[in-house]
């Protein structure tokens, strides 16, 4: 039964697209779409003087110095302060997880000679703390990397939309709204408008 109904569907759906084509109807003339008005033709020149290539390579090399072949010199402060921000916590992850790695290992020997520094933890809680300080570390270095190729990838993309104008006429205005609906209520919100 159903696939009498589907062959049905198809059959109806087939014959209503075939005599959909009509060769003797035409809406206008024929327009060739590979077809161009060589005097209507914008040609591109390129304004920017930046290589964004460069910008990139300088940038890998240290960061923030792509940023200052753009000439964005508000970005050096952000990138350095982020790279020195996640330093300083990388570092300070391995000393604990090294801590507590060292006292687990004094914990769980045999040799009464070493003793745990951290002695009221025992061996399980030592263990989800090394495992949860290990795991913060190399997050963090995750986070390192990623934050390393965004400051590429935006020294080269600032030096791609240098060539770029900005209009004074584009602006965006945002202030509160108050709409009235179809019951006689209001209400309230935030209006956006885009001037250009």
Do not use: C
């Not at 005599?19 to 005097?39: H, I, K, M, N, R």
């Not at 990138?79 to 801590?99: E, F, K």
């Amino acid at each position: 039964m159903i696939r009498v109904v589907l062959f049905s569907f198809f059959i109806l759906v087939l014959g209503v697209s075939i005599f959909a084509q009509d060769p003797e109807v035409t809406v206008g003339e024929a327009f060739d779409s590979l077809a161009y008005d060589e005097e209507h033709i914008e040609i591109f020149t390129e304004l920017s003087t930046l290589n964004p290539n460069r910008a990139a390579l300088l940038s890998a090399v240290l960061p923030g110095l792509g940023q200052v072949y753009n000439k964005q010199y508000w970005k050096v402060p952000l990138v350095v302060g982020g790279a020195v921000m996640l330093g300083h916590y990388i570092r300070y992850q391995d000393r604990l997880y090294n801590s507590f790695r060292s006292a687990l290992i004094a914990e769980s020997d045999a040799d009464p000679r070493t003793i745990n520094a951290f002695s009221p933890l025992n061996t399980e809680t030592l263990e989800a703390n090394v495992n949860q300080l290990r795991r913060d570390r190399d997050y963090l270095m995750i986070m390192t990397a990623l934050f390393y190729m965004l400051n590429i990838v935006d020294a080269h993309i600032s030096a791609h939309l240098h060539e770029f104008q900005i209009n004074d006429a584009l602006s965006m205005d945002i202030r509160p709204a108050i709409q009235s609906s179809a019951l006689n209520s209001r209400s309230v919100g935030i209006s956006f408008s885009l001037k250009f």
